[in-house]
T-cell receptor, first 115, second 113 residues
Framework: AQTVTQSQPEMSVQEAETVTLSCTYDTSESDYYLFWYKQPPSRQMILVIR??????QNATENRFSVNFQKAAKSFSLKISDSQLGDAAMYFC????????????FGSGTQLTVLP | NAGVTQTPKFQVLKTGQSMTLQCAQDMNHEYMSWYRQDPGMGLRLIHY???????DQGEVPNGYNVSRSTTEDFPLRLLSAAPSQTSVYFC????????????FGPGTRLTVT
């Protein structure tokens, strides 16, 4: 079974600065997908960014980018120019490419943005 | 489009009571899932469905039943509620699997006393 580990329960960043959230995963599969979801206090789950394992290029979405290290099974999220609205719980998630099973989530990182 | 809707938003049950959490989506998605979220543990998959009439177990299926009679609806039934089922429950849907984005409902906070 796949596992996803987020070793930073809490992080904080100064507004306008950059922060990196860590995620590692364990799998024996070669075909899979990785995601970062954001959960603000409203509880709504929002997709931030996704990465296909077969793509070497790191995904980028505006101020959000990932550092995908396939051999190390690492998938970190970098948030640049942090804004107050970025404050939320962030979850790393894994989905197998060869199965209909849905997402396996990490335990989350609570991000605080300091004004 | 309303997206994924869940009812109720909050519920308090006594141990042993049964109830159904409702989930509906209007995006014609084949895939639907139920997750529970507990503090410090992220979201865990309870059951999922790949289409009407087809369901399968996730990571933590015990104590829960599901059925999928239509594409739109995917109710989650608690047969005999236990305090260990106190959690926030999320329903999600997606068009396909792989890289497809899962769309989540707003969640149901369930407390079992």
């Amino acid at each position: 079974a796949q596992t996803v580990t987020q070793s930073q329960p809490e992080m904080s960043v100064q507004e306008a600065e950059t922060v990196t959230l860590s995620c590692t995963y364990d799998t024996s599969e070669s075909d899979y997908y990785l995601f970062w979801y954001k959960q603000p206090p409203s509880r709504q789950m929002i997709l931030v960014i996704r990465q296909e394992a077969y793509k070497q290029q790191n995904a980028t979405e505006n101020r959000f980018s990932v550092n995908f290290q396939k051999a190390a099974k690492s998938f970190s999220l970098k948030i640049s120019d942090s804004q107050l609205g970025d404050a939320a719980m962030y979850f790393c998630a894994y989905r197998s490419g060869g199965s209909a099973r849905q997402l396996t989530f990490g335990s989350g990182t609570q991000l605080t943005v300091l004004p | 489009n309303a997206g994924v809707t869940q009812t109720p938003k909050f519920q308090v049950l006594k141990t042993g009571q049964s109830m159904t959490l409702q989930c509906a989506q209007d995006m014609n998605h084949e895939y639907m899932s139920w997750y529970r979220q507990d503090p410090g543990m992220g979201l865990r998959l309870i059951h999922y469905s790949v289409g009407a009439g087809i369901t399968d177990q996730g990571e933590v299926p015990n104590g829960y039943n599901v059925s999928r009679s239509t594409t739109e609806d995917f109710p989650l039934r608690l047969l005999s509620a236990a305090p260990s089922q106190t959690s926030v429950y999320f329903c999600a849907s997606s068009h396909g699997t792989g890289p497809a984005e899962q769309y989540f409902g707003p969640g149901t906070r369930l407390t079992v006393t």
